[in-house]
């Protein structure tokens, strides 16, 4: 009993301590309810909205195929988005994460360099070239950072630490923190800087210049400080939350048999690990269960007769989500002794 209280009480206070995220001044997330024409609502602190705006035509606009906002997927259209945070003059760092997909070839200009996220006033950028290298530049052909190239052509979720000094800039993709290096170049010769107030920022354009980038936006997170590693971790992983969980048995009926082999189905919105239970216990050799392509299987010999409450609880990186509970009867097998 003694060694059970012990594990009990480890398990209360020597939990992992999970990172307090602060409220981002600005945070835009791609739906048909935040997005109206050119206006795209901030759910961050300092409130109003973004503006989707445009060199030519058409602006850019809200796509449900894939709930992104792409950016100057088609050459020449010059799209971007931009927004005011106030007096940057104060600023020593900032923080942001995008969740984006970057074609495997760029649509711009000149098809070689794409702009993430410029400040008006300030040659300080995040900065894409030869679809290869992305990272921190300050106006002088230059890119600290690292290769993209395997992350091309799907969306994750990249976050970097823009700082004034810069041994204290970071870089992360999907919160695994990136080794930075030279992949353009081999120093930074501008000044790093947040612009002058009222400062603005622009996602895909370089302030007001004409260097765009081509990608598609799911979602923007701007903190106007460095708010450190664990929260940019947690930050991610909650984008890793699960919504949807749902069981049955694979022959689609609502009845198994006593002692034989019945397959319960886990399907998921967010891939992790399933465990299967039948009224509240585990089921032996359905624990953990590591989902392939959002769903996991297990093999249940039903050891009780009449009904069963059968449940499953996914574990992912963003949080546990345990399905509703399936009411199965289980019959008496037709050679029962």
């Given at each position: 009993?003694?060694?059970?209280l012990l594990t009990f009480l480890a398990n209360i206070y020597f939990q992992p301590a999970i990172a307090a995220v602060p409220t981002p001044a600005v945070s835009l997330t791609a739906s048909a309810s935040k997005i109206s024409g050119t206006s795209w609502t901030n759910d961050g602190s300092i409130g109003g909205t973004a503006t989707?705006?445009?060199?030519?035509?058409?602006?850019?606009?809200?796509?449900?195929?894939?709930?992104?906002?792409?950016?100057?997927?088609?050459a020449g259209t010059n799209q971007f988005v931009t927004r005011s945070v106030g007096n940057s003059s104060s600023l020593s760092s900032i923080t942001f994460e995008i969740n984006m997909k970057v074609p495997l070839t760029q649509a711009n200009s000149s098809s070689s360099y794409g702009m993430v996220l410029g400040w008006t006033g300030a040659n300080y950028d995040?900065?894409?070239?030869?679809?290869?290298?992305?990272?921190?530049?300050?106006?002088?052909?230059?890119i600290f950072g690292f290769d993209i190239t395997p992350f091309l052509g799907?969306?994750?979720?990249?976050?970097?630490?823009?700082?004034?000094?810069?041994?204290?800039?970071?870089?992360f993709v999907d919160g695994t923190s990136k080794t930075l290096a030279y992949c353009k170049g081999s120093s930074a010769g501008g000044t790093r800087a947040f612009g002058t107030a009222?400062?603005?920022?622009?996602?895909?354009?370089?302030?007001?210049?004409?260097?765009?980038?081509?990608?598609?936006?799911?979602?923007?997170?701007l903190w106007l400080s460095d708010i450190g590693t664990a929260s940019i971790q947690e930050s991610y992983n909650s984008t890793l939350a699960p919504t949807s969980h749902s069981i049955a048995l694979t022959s689609g009926l609502n009845t198994a048999t006593y002692r034989s082999v019945s397959t319960i189905r886990s399907t998921?919105?967010?891939?992790?690990?399933?465990?299967?239970?039948?009224?509240?216990?585990?089921?032996?050799?359905?624990?953990?269960?590591?989902?392939?392509?959002?769903?996991?299987?297990c093999n249940w010999k039903p050891s009780v007769k009449n009904y069963n409450l059968i449940s499953a609880v996914l574990k992912t990186d963003?949080?546990?989500?345990?399905?509703p509970s399936v009411r199965v009867f289980v019959n008496k097998r037709a050679n029962s002794r």
């Amino acid at each position: 009993m003694t060694g059970v209280l012990l594990t009990f009480l480890a398990n209360i206070y020597f939990q992992p301590a999970i990172a307090a995220v602060p409220t981002p001044a600005v945070s835009l997330t791609a739906s048909a309810s935040k997005i109206s024409g050119t206006s795209w609502t901030n759910d961050g602190s300092i409130g109003g909205t973004a503006t989707l705006s445009t060199a030519n035509t058409p602006a850019p606009a809200f796509q449900a195929s894939d709930s992104s906002v792409p950016l100057n997927a088609t050459a020449g259209t010059n799209q971007f988005v931009t927004r005011s945070v106030g007096n940057s003059s104060s600023l020593s760092s900032i923080t942001f994460e995008i969740n984006m997909k970057v074609p495997l070839t760029q649509a711009n200009s000149s098809s070689s360099y794409g702009m993430v996220l410029g400040w008006t006033g300030a040659n300080y950028d995040i900065w894409m070239q030869d679809n290869r290298c992305i990272g921190f530049n300050t106006g002088t052909s230059e890119i600290f950072g690292f290769d993209i190239t395997p992350f091309l052509g799907s969306f994750h979720t990249y976050t970097f630490v823009m700082s004034t000094n810069a041994s204290n800039q970071k870089a992360f993709v999907d919160g695994t923190s990136k080794t930075l290096a030279y992949c353009k170049g081999s120093s930074a010769g501008g000044t790093r800087a947040f612009g002058t107030a009222p400062s603005s920022f622009t996602i895909g354009r370089f302030g007001s210049n004409a260097f765009y980038g081509t990608f598609n936006v799911r979602s923007f997170k701007l903190w106007l400080s460095d708010i450190g590693t664990a929260s940019i971790q947690e930050s991610y992983n909650s984008t890793l939350a699960p919504t949807s969980h749902s069981i049955a048995l694979t022959s689609g009926l609502n009845t198994a048999t006593y002692r034989s082999v019945s397959t319960i189905r886990s399907t998921v919105d967010i891939d992790g690990r399933v465990t299967f239970y039948s009224n509240g216990k585990k089921i032996p050799r359905c624990i953990n269960i590591v989902t392939s392509s959002k769903i996991a299987n297990c093999n249940w010999k039903p050891s009780v007769k009449n009904y069963n409450l059968i449940s499953a609880v996914l574990k992912t990186d963003g949080g546990n989500l345990t399905s509703p509970s399936v009411r199965v009867f289980v019959n008496k097998r037709a050679n029962s002794r």
